[in-house]
T-cell receptor, first 114, second 110 residues
Framework: EAGVTQFPSHSVIEKGQTVTLRCDPI?????LYWYRRVMGKEIKFLLH????????ESGMPNNRFLAERTGGTYSTLKVQPAELEDSGVYFC????????????FGQGTRLTVV | GQQVMQIPQYQHVQEGEDFTTYCNSS?????IQWYKQRPGGHPVFLIQ?????EVKKQKRLTFQFGEAKKNSSLHITATQTTDVGTYFC??????????FGTGTRLKVLA
């Protein structure tokens, strides 16, 4: 069974540019989460989808971040325009049952804004 | 808001020494999970604790849930270089998301 996959693994962009991150959760997992880890610090929650619906987006830093999950399958996270402080590792995770079972993480996308 | 703190933030140990990280919540937890992230890797689930005072073991790792369900600990006996990484606790209580602790970064010196 394939795990959670993320693309790209690395991205280096200039300040002001746009970047779109993609996450393919484990098949059958309705719950999809986006997290960000900056400079080796804590793993901060960004948002949570249940199927195609945004359950909680309280962790999204500002309106430069837009997440979608069309059809309840894969998800994208777009940053537009990117700022220097957006640099970090963006992790996607999926789970079967909300909060009661383990979360499976993707390998992450390392975003560097220069 | 809900906060999950971990101490220490960093720990360097000699190989063979024991290691403990503590997780403390500002609110009562219904259950707690532990994850390990190797350097350059992604968080990987280790275990989930549900019951007050629960103790679970995985080889050299011992996980404990506090009696009041507001704290938890992870103890590693006789650390090995393969134990290197950052250990996170995660609160999954009553919400729809996993709230991760601040993490404890472990370095094991051979």
């Amino acid at each position: 069974e394939a795990g959670v996959t993320q693309f790209p693994s690395h991205s280096v962009i200039e300040k002001g540019q746009t970047v779109t991150l993609r996450c393919d959760p484990i098949s059958g997992h309705d719950n999809l989460y986006w997290y960000r880890r900056v400079m080796g610090k804590e793993i901060k929650f960004l948002l949570h989808f249940v199927k195609e619906s945004k359950q909680d987006e309280s962790g999204m830093p500002n309106n430069r971040f837009l997440a979608e999950r069309t059809g309840g399958t894969y998800s994208t996270l777009k940053v537009q325009p990117a700022e220097l402080e957006d640099s970090g590792v963006y992790f996607c995770a999926s789970s079967q049952r909300t909060g009661k079972t383990e979360a499976f993480f993707g390998q992450g996308t390392r975003l560097t804004v220069v | 808001g809900q906060q999950v703190m971990q101490i220490p933030q960093y720990q360097h140990v000699q190989e063979g020494e024991d290691f403990t990280t503590y997780c403390n919540s500002s609110t009562t937890l219904s259950n707690i999970q532990w994850y390990k992230q190797r350097p350059g890797g992604h968080p990987v689930f280790l275990i989930q604790l549900v019951k007050s005072g629960e103790v679970k073991k995985q080889k050299r790792l011992t996980f404990q849930f506090g009696e009041a369900k507001k704290n938890s600990s992870l103890h590693i006996t006789a650390t090995q270089t393969t134990d290197v990484g950052t250990y996170f606790c995660a609160d999954t209580s009553g919400t729809y998301k996993y709230i991760f602790g601040t993490g404890t970064r472990l370095k094991v010196l051979a």
